[in-house]
């Protein structure tokens, strides 16, 4: 799980660990009443109906929700659960080996047959040459045309001393008479078409009359075997071994496609023995996996809506400006990368995008957080993926426009109330023969109060696990690769960079795209800022250690900077009011005693 920095306020005392967030930077804090263990026991299937039922209502009250972490754990003495689950993975299991076992089989039926359609192809390759010789013949250009021709043919003759006249038998064969006359390979070599009179050979190329003889007899055979034997036998054979490789080929992608639904859903049934965080926790459970019959399952929700302070946000927005990618928190290479892919894509760009609540969107506390998403998920984040993730945003934004969408209408705000919701689901069997028992712990059910760039944060964080369950099916299929340990990268690209000089470099197409003048102004700006900003920081940092709190110098940035009054009485009380709402839902579906709700 990823830490991400509190505040602006001090962390809460018992999460020392946590780092502050400077104002202005952003919020990401919690009411001191907005965390609660909840934990809730009830027949078997009571508890599944109540999660299910909490996440069909989150979106109607506004939230975007999605599951962003999942593991299982099923003792063998439950023998009926552990048959419908984790017996499946075994079930997948061998499904895969199987699969990929044949997807190596077509491997080698591949390489075998584009062996020898490589074979033939050399082969219609001399003729080729002879076949264009010929035609530049009758163009008139002679000079070009005879050296074709002689290419293609002594090359042809290579073959037919090798392969045809190495087998005509003992002291027949051209290889076997060259002990008499020691230059015969090279007089045969020398033939032309036409040569096929003993006694013109013989005179042409000063030979004895025997040797003549036998140099015409070949040449007659060489030539019926070039233009009707050999020559339609290649066609034929080209042919065939082309469809062969194209139906290879079609069937090696088949089989890597029909392999990656079992390797999804393989990769999706998480076994909390799987990692060393979820062995320790079984380990040092009260349980006893050994001798009960328990289940226990884990999902942990990510759920977000933005409000709007009546003081600052006076009217909901319904439509979006533009704004440049610059302006938007990328760089200049980055949106280099987007104009490429917007190109592959054939969509058109112009640098502008639909803007946010707050620009730039891509701001220092994201760029902070990145490094900790890729080595929590061992993915590399990239332009793309934090243009993938506004576009996320955004899409809830459009979504929302108007209550036609899954949630209700959003408000053009940059503050969230942000949910995290842990749930741990145990079933229990009681023995020998007793009653089966559900129970939920949420261990802790926290509500956040967010500024727009945590939220982002949460979006890469999604983006950063599909990217994971993408190289995991591509590193299986042996179309990817790690690269040093860490990275992973596909194939071709790791091949290019270990050997540049026979496979050619990676060369980036270059995109005409240029940056406005306003823009690149703003990015020389920001730089300067930046470094500003870092004096500021170093200056507060000094008085901080002294026991002063120097604001002018702590306080820079878009968002929010004075947490003492204003997030007490403005910015928690709206997210208290929806952890209240959804505890209390919770408390109400489990028919908690004493409890009085008014929807």
Request: charged share 30%; hydrophobic share 40%.
């Amino acid at each position: 799980m990823i830490v991400y920095p509190e505040g602006p306020f001090p962390p809460r005392r018992w999460r020392p660990d946590v780092e502050t967030l400077d104002p202005g930077k952003g919020i990401n804090g919690a009411p001191l009443e907005g965390e609660e263990l909840l934990d809730f026991t009830a027949p078997l299937g009571k508890c599944t109906g109540v999660y299910y039922s909490l996440m069909f209502q989150l979106p109607k009250w506004g939230f975007a929700r999605f599951k962003i972490d999942e593991w299982i754990f099923v003792s063998p003495a439950f023998r009926e659960y552990y048959e419908l689950t984790l017996r499946q993975k075994e079930t997948l299991e061998a499904t895969i080996k199987a699969g990929l076992a044949s997807i190596g089989t077509a491997i080698s039926d591949l390489e075998l047959v584009m062996h020898d359609l490589r074979k033939y192809k050399e082969f219609l390759d001399y003729y080729t040459k002879i076949e264009k010789g010929k035609e530049l013949l009758k163009e008139g250009k002679k000079e070009e045309g005879e050296k074709l021709v002689k290419e293609g043919d002594q090359s042809l003759k290579a073959v037919f001393i090798d392969l045809v006249d190495a087998h005509t038998g003992p002291g027949i064969a051209l290889r076997e008479i060259a002990i008499r006359w020691p230059t015969i390979i090279a007089d045969f070599m020398k033939l032309g078409d036409e040569d096929t009179e003993p006694e013109k050979i013989a005179k042409k190329l000063n030979v004895s009359e025997a040797e003549g003889v036998v140099l015409a007899t070949k040449n007659k055979l060489y030539l019926e075997w070039r233009d009707r034997l050999f020559g339609e036998t290649v066609k034929r054979r080209y042919e065939s071994l082309r469809r062969m490789v194209e139906a290879r080929r079609k069937s090696v992608q088949e089989y890597k496609e029909m392999l990656k639904p079992s390797i999804a859903r393989y990769k999706m049934i998480t076994d909390a023995l799987s990692s060393p965080t979820g062995r320790a926790e079984i380990f040092k459970s009260f349980f006893r996996p050994d001798a009960q019959a328990l289940s226990i399952d884990f999902m942990r929700i990510y759920a977000w809506k933005p409000f709007a302070v009546e003081e600052k946000y006076k009217v909901v927005r319904t439509t979006f400006n533009k704004v440049s990618l610059a302006r938007a928190g990328f760089e200049e290479k980055e949106i280099e990368t987007i104009a490429k892919w917007k190109k592959e894509m054939g969509e058109k760009f112009d640098g502008y995008v639909d803007a946010l609540p707050i620009e730039p969107s891509i701001d220092e506390v994201v760029r902070k957080m990145v490094p900790r998403i890729e080595a929590e998920y061992n993915v590399k984040l990239n332009a793309l993926d934090f243009y993938q993730a506004r576009e996320m945003l955004l899409k809830q934004f459009r979504d929302s426009i108007g209550g036609l969408g899954m949630t209700e209408a959003w408000v053009f705000s940059p503050y969230y109330v942000f949910l995290d919701i842990p749930i741990s689901r145990t079933v229990l069997r009681i023995p020998p023969a007793g009653p089966e028992l559900e129970d939920v712990m949420i261990n802790n059910f926290v509500a956040y109060t967010q500024t727009q760039n945590f939220i982002i944060c949460h979006c890469l964080e999604l983006i950063a696990r599909d990217k994971q369950l993408e190289n995991y099916i591509s590193q299986m299929l042996g179309e990817a690769g790690v690269k040093e340990g860490k990275e992973i990268k596909p194939i071709e690209e790791l091949i290019k960079e270990e050997f540049p000089q026979i496979y050619g470099e990676k060369k980036e197409e270059k995109v005409e795209f240029r940056l406005s003048s306003s823009d690149r102004a703003y990015l020389a700006r920001k730089k300067s800022l930046e470094q500003i900003n870092k004096i500021k920081k170093a200056i507060s940092d000094f008085f901080k250690s002294l026991g002063f709190g120097m604001m002018i110098f702590r306080a820079y940035g878009p968002y929010e900077f004075i947490p003492n009054d204003r997030m007490t009485k403005f910015y928690q009380p709206i997210t208290g009011r929806h952890f209240n709402l959804v505890r209390d839902f919770l408390k109400t579906k489990f028919e908690v005693p004493g409890l009085e709700v008014y929807w």
